[in-house]
């Protein structure tokens, strides 16, 4: 039970506030992440992560039993769950998925704001353990231990400093790399692609265009992009 305690003690431990520098600097970082086509096409599976567990969670919360979360090989994936075909419930499972990676990116900040770096990462390797529970084939295991193992790692042996810097660049990551994640889908979606998407399907259970949840999708991550960003350099609210 001793490492119990221990694991507490450091998920809850408080750290000064971030350094303005440190901010900038893995904001910096996250941008040429996401801006890069290589290193993007390799987050972006820790954002379809998100995305799908978005899904996940608002559907176990609406009522629907999960089947699994599959992850394909050109780093889409889909969360299946049973439940009514039409309704609120999975209009709002739908709703989810695009704006999750930047409302967890904009809680990530927030508790770095707060002063718990450490409490950001433990809640990610929470976060990845429930998906380990609903995910299906060996793509999907991979990418979550290739984002559980380093992040326990760096959570269990690193300095402040250092929990401070991956728990920004994690955030950054995530609110910068959402935005990225909805042009593709609206790209997409002039180019005659992606008619199965979250936005397609809700324009079919609503009658509301697609191009207006793209919209959506888009103003809320595009809004948590600037609110985590000002918590994250400390700008005042």
Known sequence: MSWLVEAWARATALAPPLPLLTAAATGLVALAVVAWHPSWRAWRTALVLAHEGGHGLVAALAGRRLRGIRLHPDASAVTVSVGPARGPGVVAVLLAGYPAP???????????????????????????????????????????????????????????????????????????????????????????????????????????????????FALVVAAAAVWGGSLLLGVPG
């Open 102 to 216: 930047a409302l967890v990116g904009l809680g990530a900040a927030a508790l770095l704001a707060a002063g718990r770096p450490a409490a950001v990462l433990w809640a990610v390797l929470l976060a990845l353990a429930l998906l380990a529970v609903q995910v299906r084939g060996w793509r999907a295991v991979g990418a979550l231990a290739a984002t559980a193992l380093p992040t326990a790692a760096v959570t269990w042996w690193a300095p402040a400093p250092v929990l401070q810097s991956v728990a920004a660049l994690l955030a950054w990551g995530l609110l910068l790399g959402a935005p990225r994640g909805v042009a593709e889908l609206a790209r997409s979606r002039r180019g005659g692609r992606g008619r199965g998407s979250d936005a397609d399907q809700l324009a079919r259970l609503t009658g509301v265009p697609g191009a207006v949840w793209v919209g959506v």
